[in-house]
């Protein structure tokens, strides 16, 4: 069964940088487009970009550009997202999702609180 | 960036009620238009994509119509679980935008 599991909760601090992990199992990894979404504190969903698997092309919405990076391994069938210099507006749960018409599968989200 | 608005933004109703969610597109997005479902605590679930097409294993009270800029879902008949937020999304542009989301409470 398709399953996406990304990596644990981590607090950071303004400024700092934040890696998530999202590993794919139970379909071809590099068969379908990833990509995040992001919910903060009592606000709608919000999409950051989707990464290509495949040949790794991105694209990112315009507000995070210059401060997120979307890579994969493909040999761990996993994707990571990276966003630098963190500010308190970027608390929010962080969540992977396999892109088809639509977003059919979702990584269970991971918060990332962001605090001094 | 293509703006996606939702009404109502709030609404309540009782179980039985047959409800329906608007999303109205800044610019034409043709049959580009997915719904999902969102409870606290969860990852949101696709009900509908491509404007009308149901999503494996979601119950038939749940229905998509519309094209171009606007677009309906519906509940015919609320059940308890159907509580939730409620979003639209286009991925019709290269920039995908969701709606502000439409929160459905018990009455």
């Known amino acids: 069964q398709v399953q996406l599991v990304q990596s644990g909760a981590e607090v950071k601090k303004p400024g700092a940088s934040v890696k998530v992990s999202c590993k794919a199992s139970g379909y071809t990894f590099t068969g379908y487009s990833m990509h995040w979404v992001r919910q903060a504190p009592g606000q709608g969903l919000e999409w950051m970009g989707w990464?290509?698997?495949?040949?790794?092309?991105?694209n990112y919405a315009q507000k995070f550009r210059g401060r997120v990076t979307m890579t994969r391994d493909t040999s761990i069938s996993t994707v990571y997202m990276e966003l630098t210099r963190l500010t308190s507006d970027d608390t929010a749960v962080y969540y992977c999702?396999?892109?088809?018409?639509?977003?059919?599968?979702w990584g269970q989200g991971t918060l990332v609180p962001v605090s001094s | 960036d293509i703006q996606m608005t939702q009404s109502p933004s709030s609404l309540s109703a009782f179980v039985g009620d047959r409800v329906t969610i608007t999303c109205r597109a800044s610019?034409?997005?043709?049959?580009?238009l997915n719904w999902y479902q969102h409870k606290p605590g969860t990852a949101p679930k696709l009900l509908i994509y491509?404007?009308?097409a149901l999503q494996a294993g979601v119950p038939s009270r749940f229905s998509g119509s519309g094209s171009g800029t606007d677009f309906t879902l519906t509940i015919s008949s609320l059940q308890p679980e159907d509580f939730a937020t409620y979003y639209c999304q286009q991925t019709y542009s290269s920039s995908i935008t969701f709606g502000q989301g439409t929160r459905l409470e018990i009455k």
């Open positions: 990464i290509n698997p495949n040949s790794g092309g991105t």
């Open positions: 610019q034409s997005i043709s049959r580009s």
């Open positions: 491509a404007a009308s």
């Open positions: 999702a396999r892109g088809v018409a639509g977003y059919d599968f």
